[in-house]
């Protein structure tokens, strides 16, 4: 592959997902680190995008609605609150929980807001939630802010992950097929990964469109999870998927 037609598809990437790093540009353009550092260089010097510590952003937002937590707060909101209400009621009184970024996730935590507990999330929008909850202990991850899906991501932010140990996780995702649990961003899975890694239950919380679309990174296989919480319009096919993966699902 030639640079033009390489630097052409570090393009695309960069426009969908807004960062993209190294590993994945090396999976994706079977070139060596020296080469794609040739190329983020050039794109960098074209306006294109900005290099940063791991990878390459862009220059200017894409536009694309499924990294923007504004816009993710309005879809489905009557299934959210739902679903919401259903893993909220997962959480006992004294737990420590980890709670992914994301709209939906922070619907569970509106209705957690009252309840006596350790939580620790990398999420502004949660971390507002909890400002004047007097009965949860809060501790922000840190890390590099990423503004439109307001979460905070990085090596700061996945080094304190890896000093913890939690009851459970929430998470939401951005795909999920037989392949397992996938996002849209790769920003966002390092951290994930390392709060699967770190919880003794995970639970998936997604509404039925998340299904059957495979986002761009991989996060995890599907038996990873212990509970997948979803909306009822989920198709049957798509339930007995995960029950053969030993995942309990849980519609709202």
Do not use: W
């Amino acid at each position: 592959m030639n640079g033009s037609v390489r630097q052409l598809r570090i393009r695309q990437l960069i426009e969908s997902n807004e960062f993209v790093d190294l590993d994945t540009l090396r999976r994706e353009l079977s070139a060596s680190q020296s080469t794609l550092r040739r190329d983020l260089m050039v794109l960098e010097e074209q306006g294109i995008l900005r290099r940063v510590y791991g990878g390459a952003m862009a220059a200017q937002p894409s536009g694309n609605a499924t990294l923007d937590y504004q816009l993710q707060s309005g879809r489905m909101q009557d299934e959210k609150e739902r679903m919401a209400a259903l893993v909220a009621g997962l959480i006992e009184d004294g737990q420590t929980v980890i709670l992914d970024g994301g709209s939906t996730v922070a619907a569970v935590s509106r209705h957690l807001a009252g309840r006596r507990l350790q939580v620790v999330t990398n999420s502004l929008a949660i971390a507002e939630v909890f400002a004047d909850a007097r009965e949860i202990e809060l501790t922000l991850t840190g890390g590099y802010l990423y503004p439109r899906t307001r979460v905070m991501v990085g090596p700061l932010c996945e080094h304190m992950l890896g000093t913890v140990r939690a009851d459970t996780l929430i998470m939401g995702i951005g795909g999920v097929t037989e392949a397992g649990y996938s996002n849209n961003n790769t920003l966002v899975v390092g951290p994930e990964r390392k709060m699967i890694e770190v919880s003794q239950k995970v639970i998936v919380v997604a509404d039925r469109s998340k299904f059957g679309k495979s986002a761009m990174i991989p996060v995890a296989p599907l038996d990873v999870a212990d509970f997948v919480v979803t909306d009822s319009g989920l198709d049957a096919r798509h339930r007995e998927m995960l029950r053969q993966h030993k995942v309990e699902v849980m519609l709202a």
